[in-house]
């Protein structure tokens, strides 16, 4: 993974993601209130919170496929702000993968992770399907890059998104519930795949209920609840020790049974 | 407690639920009332077909050259015989028809090229149907070039007029109807209002009130030096008014694609352009093919509209030949000719596209 090998190069910033003072409305329901983040480069975050809480609202201002209303973002030294330009440079360093997958249906496997490398980087098709290839075989996932998306199981769907992401050698990674939509028997596979390049160095903002991931992987936890950072730890006391009553009973719910 | 510790082996289907016999039975005669009414439309379908076959084929005439050729009680095909090369040409001057018939082999080559898929070269063949083809047709057909005499737009008539007037209709109305359509979901208040007040003033407007408008009314505000030909005029409202309605067709497959696919687009860097381009637009289409289509043959029809700006498409042609003092009495085959002509091209658009459905269907339905 070419993005690990500069975690300590210090030449460059060392925060990826920066929030200050973000406040988010849809309409008149305040949806993210007064977030502050900081995730350097090489760091794993993992979301939770109760549905509702803003957590995949939040990574999604991070490339603005939602717009905050106040407050700055500033990802990989580029402040965001309403440039159409300056949004897609953002992007193009920034991966994700969502719940439902999002694959394009109308290509192929092998497609679907060459089109923006082609289209973005302007690589020509050989480079980008070789690439291609490189990236779904480490999601194992090669032998089928000649389908299309619905020939494939929901996990196999999930392992591809993360291999069309990793394509485009992004900076940072986000996953917004890249489980929820799966069945029991493929959350791990996905899961995997994500433990290991975690392990490779991969910045990483993840919203998941896993609480297994979360505490194999995790630099630091993040609780929210009604739009707000309700608590913010490292796994291991997160976990054990929470602090607030509502992270409390939140990780009694989930983890209770 | 376990049941089965193999799995029961595969096995064909009882023959009482597959093969012909079992098919009429499931379908045609299961139970009394059914069988009734099988039986009925079975008879009905015999008076209808029996006396149309009767006169369309056994009871015809045939061969000859003038209606004296006509005896027997079927139907007169002499009269399509003889008028043959002013329904497909119109007016055009005889002596100059093999242009026109240049443009014809031209026009069915290039589309058959495009239609079968093993063909090569399905690029350059589309570049050169759409930039260089037209321009060899209109130099051909119209002359005044390389010593070709020229021929007037006003001679140009029958198949031939239909036809340029559906292919340039179609070709124009699908871009503009895509941009019409993006324009209408765009952000912008400028272009979307603009978009709107264009689809819904053509939706609004009658195609007859169109062609009126552009014969009539056109050259009262255009100052007299600056006129367009009458041809030229239909065909810009043609393509103005089918846009509209293609408009609203590809909006409808738009708005069917999730809103993720243009997420997941944007996610990976791409502008506007591409994300429509490469990712929203090919899947809205392909939804849309029945749709679409279905504007094509109505377009295809309504070309007929153009009679009453004095243009004579196909129909018009046969229509004006039935006044013909000479073959008075032979509407009915004339019109039965119009129809199958209309018939026959509409019927291969839509079995194309069923063609074109199956084939770019990738198994994503859910």
């Not at chain 1, 390049?197 to 903002?205: C, F, I, P, S, V």
Request: proline letters at 5%; hydrophobic letters at 45%.
């Amino acid at each position: 993974m070419t993005t690990a090998t500069n975690i300590s190069d210090t030449s460059t910033s060392d925060l990826m993601v920066e929030m200050r003072g973000v406040n988010k409305w849809y309409g008149d329901f305040h949806v993210l209130r007064d977030i502050d983040l900081e995730v350097r480069r090489g760091e794993r975050i993992v979301i939770c919170g109760p549905s509702g809480s803003g957590k995949s609202t939040l990574i999604r201002c991070i490339n603005h496929l939602e717009e905050h209303q106040q407050g700055d973002i500033v990802v990989g030294g580029i402040p965001l702000t309403q440039d159409v330009k300056r949004i897609e440079q953002i992007r193009r360093s920034v991966g994700m993968v969502f719940q439902h997958f999002n694959l394009f249906p109308h290509l192929t496997v092998l497609e679907n992770c060459c089109i923006a490398p082609m289209w973005v980087q302007k690589k020509s098709r050989k480079e980008a399907e070789e690439q291609a290839m490189r990236y779904l075989e480490r999601v194992r996932i090669a032998e089928q890059a000649k389908k299309y998306p619905g020939q494939l199981s929901g996990g196999q769907q999930q392992r591809v998104a993360i291999a069309r992401s990793l394509c485009m050698h992004p900076d940072v990674m986000l996953f917004d519930e890249p489980t929820s939509a799966l069945d029991p028997e493929m959350i791990k596979e996905v899961l995997d795949v994500m433990v290991e390049l975690a392990k490779e160095g991969m910045t990483m903002l993840c919203v998941t209920h896993e609480m297994g991931f979360a505490k194999t992987v995790a630099d630091r936890v993040i609780f929210m609840d009604q739009g707000q950072i309700i608590e913010e730890n490292a796994p291991e006391p997160f976990f054990n020790n929470p602090q607030s009553e509502r992270t409390q009973l939140f990780l009694s719910q989930i983890l209770g049974h | 407690m376990i049941h089965n510790q193999t799995i029961i082996k595969e096995r064909p289907a009882p023959s009482s639920a597959v093969g012909p016999v079992a098919w009429l039975r499931t379908n045609l005669f299961n139970g009394p009332v059914n069988t009734l009414f099988t039986l009925i439309g079975l008879y009905i379908l015999y008076l209808l077909v029996v006396p149309t076959v009767q006169w369309a084929f056994i009871n015809a005439d045939w061969v000859g050259s003038t209606r004296d050729d006509c005896s027997r009680e079927g139907a007169c095909w002499v009269f399509i015989n003889a008028r043959f090369t002013q329904f497909i040409y119109g007016l055009y001057p005889r002596s100059e028809i093999w242009r026109a018939n240049i443009v014809f082999a031209g026009f069915f080559t290039l589309i058959a090229w495009l239609a079968i898929p093993r063909l090569p070269f399905k690029r350059w063949v589309a570049v050169f149907a759409l930039v260089g083809f037209p321009v060899i047709a209109y130099v051909l057909l119209h002359g005044g070039y390389f010593d070709l005499p020229r021929v007037s737009t006003h001679r140009w008539g029958g198949l031939m007029l239909t036809l340029l007037l559906a292919t340039v209709g179609m070709v124009g109305a699908l871009p503009i109807g895509i941009v019409l359509a993006l324009g209408r979901r765009s952000n912008m208040p400028i272009v979307k209002s603009f978009c709107v007040v264009f689809i819904e003033f053509w939706r609004g407007v009658p195609l007859i009130t169109v062609l009126f408008m552009a014969s009539v009314m056109l050259p009262l505000f255009l100052p007299s030096e600056m006129s367009v030909d009458r041809l030229v005029r239909a065909l810009i409202g043609l393509t103005l008014f089918q846009s509209a309605y293609m408009a609203e067709v590809i909006r409808g497959g738009l708005q069917a694609i999730p809103k993720g696919q243009e997420e997941a687009a944007a996610a990976l860097g791409m502008t506007y352009w591409k994300r429509m381009g490469l990712i929203v637009l090919p899947q809205a289409l392909k939804m849309m093919i029945p749709g679409i289509v279905n504007t094509f043959i109505s377009l295809f029809k309504d070309t007929t509209l153009v009679m009453i700006i004095g243009l004579f498409d196909l129909l018009g042609i046969v229509q004006a030949a039935l006044s013909d003092s000479r073959w008075l009495g032979f509407s009915l085959e004339g019109y039965v000719f119009a129809a199958f002509m209309f018939w026959v091209f509409c019927f291969s658009m839509s079995r194309y596209s069923q063609y074109l459905e199956r084939k770019l269907h990738t198994g994503h339905k859910r």
